[in-house]
């Protein structure tokens, strides 16, 4: 049986609508699959690089850098002396609200460093966190606004409580996690396959 050019253009044109369909819906999939995973993070993305697309890239990027760091749960000990300076920094609060709300600062990037988490620059550290704690990351970019405004003269008492209840947020985010969560080796440390 041999087809006509019009069936054939037609199987054609049928083949191309399905990989067309299929595309777009794996597309929507992934976006709604971000959206969900990174919330007001994804908004915050889609607004500071100008494009769904470009957000989006730079997101799974961002997916693709943590999975590469060795995180891991607090081990209890070390999550108690945590728990124990937090407390110390919230006690200084009532004295000396700013020089608290440095110590707030320097406690979280502990947390950070001991959970692995790489030191660097804020923007990079909150990118990073935003992968696995997109919840509470805006909490933190909020704190750390505040703490320049403290920093140039501009921050009352009242902002300086707010930055402390923000970074709160995260502290309890980073120490709380349950340690089935996240629990995973770098792939530079895995073995390799043969």
């Keep these: 049986m041999t087809l006509s050019p019009l069936a054939i253009a037609i199987i054609i044109i049928v083949v191309v609508v399905l990989i067309g369909g299929g595309l777009i819906w794996s597309r929507r999939r992934r976006s709604s699959a971000l959206h969900d995973r990174f919330g007001s993070e994804y ?3 889609v607004k500071a690089v100008g494009s769904t697309s470009k957000a989006e890239a730079v997101l799974a990027e961002r997916e693709k850098r943590v999975e590469e760091f060795s995180l891991q749960p607090l081990p209890p000990a070390q999550r108690e002396g ?7 920094v919230q006690a200084q609060f009532v004295d000396d609200p700013q020089q608290a709300l440095g110590r707030a600062d320097v406690l979280l990037g502990e947390v950070m460093a001991a959970r692995g988490y790489p030191v660097s620059d804020f923007e990079q550290r909150a990118a990073d966190l935003s992968v696995d704690h997109a919840e509470v990351v805006e909490n933190y970019r ?3 606004d505040i ?3 403290h ?3 501009e921050a009352s008492t009242e902002d300086l409580r ?8 995260l502290f309890d985010d980073l120490v709380n996690e349950p340690e089935h969560m996240h629990h995973r080796p770098s792939r530079s440390a895995e073995p390799a396959r043969h």
């Design 43 to 45: 908004e915050r993305t």
């Design 82 to 88: 945590f728990v124990g300076e937090w407390r110390q």
């Design 142 to 144: 909020a704190a750390h």
């Design 147 to 149: 703490a320049l405004k």
């Design 151 to 153: 920093k140039r003269g």
């Design 162 to 169: 707010q930055a402390m209840i923000h970074y709160r947020a």
